[in-house]
């Protein structure tokens, strides 16, 4: 299995640090059009052929191997079939953009308070979308942050568009950020974001390498920490899991492969080359 080699130079010192000393090394993954193909029905979702076994395979060589996604970390246990990799010490999963964690130490799920704003925002929703134009749209209610899909509508980006600002208004009214994603807007908690949930992990390691899979507006945050991780002396790697509606992520990043299938490729690639 051949080992693609990132485009940039950074990128390319970030796998050979990781290549080095795998022990020293973080590699963190999003859920959704990362580990698993994007889906109309969020509740649908399921992990990519081959995924958890490659995961698998990957965290018993790597120093840490983490999900870190924008859903409850209930729902990643519940969708992703994750078998023997969820009791693997090297493994953890982060919810809610941080807000919540699950791994092998606790064996449970640790969340921070629910903030207030955001029950207050979730019961104005079903009077903001009770509109002709609006049919189709679905709220997901994520306990600490609530998400506003729009894949499902008669026309996904007018309505979109449409709730955009109504729905920004209704987050600084309850000292929410409103934050974008591939057909979907989502309100949560401002500073709540994957790229210090990421730099805790890196920093709770102590590793000296680190890498981030993303497909997303939300993952931007993160590839923001790689940034900063390499300016204070930790290797680092941004990979795209490539897609046309995020021309802003594959811009910054290092490598993009094919979706799900090109970052199981990839995974397939990195553990032939560490075992």
């Known amino acids: 299995m051949v080992l693609r080699t990132p485009d940039s130079a950074a990128g390319a010192a970030g796998l050979a640090a990781i290549l080095d000393r795998p022990r020293e090394a973080s590699l963190a993954f999003d859920f959704d059009g990362v580990l698993s193909p994007i889906v109309a029905d969020p509740g649908q979702s399921r992990p990519f052929p081959g ?37 693997l010490e090297h493994f953890a999963i982060f919810g809610l953009y941080g807000m919540q964690r699950w791994d092998w130490e606790s064996r449970s799920v640790v969340s921070e308070p629910v903030p207030p704003g955001v029950a207050a925002a979730r019961a104005e929703l079903p009077a903001l979308l009770d509109r002709p134009h609006l049919r189709g749209v679905a709220v997901e209610d994520k306990a600490m942050s609530v998400a506003v899909h729009t894949r499902r509508a008669d026309e996904p980006q007018a309505a979109l568009e449409a709730l955009r600002e109504p729905l920004r208004e209704l987050a600084g ?52 920490a790689v940034e900063r991780l390499r300016e204070a002396g930790v290797a680092g790697l941004k990979v795209c899991s490539g897609s046309d509606e995020v021309p802003q992520l594959a811009a910054r990043a290092d490598l993009i492969v094919d979706g799900p299938p090109g970052v199981l490729e990839f995974l397939e690639g990195l553990n032939e080359r560490l075992k």
Do not use: N
């Not at 996604?69 to 009791?87: F, H, I, K, S, Y």
């Open 51 to 87: 995924m958890v076994a490659a995961l698998g395979r990957l965290a018993e060589l790597i120093g840490s191997v983490s999900i870190i996604t924008g859903r409850p970390v209930e729902a990643v246990l519940r969708l992703g079939d994750l078998g023997d990799l969820a009791a």
């Open 173 to 224: 009214r309850h000292g929410l950020a409103l934050e974008p994603g591939r057909m979907v807007l989502e309100l949560r908690p401002p500073g709540v974001d994957k790229g210090h949930a990421l730099e805790a992990i890196v920093g709770r390691h102590r590793a000296r390498s680190v890498a981030y899979f993303g497909d997303d507006l939300g993952d931007l945050a993160a590839f923001d």
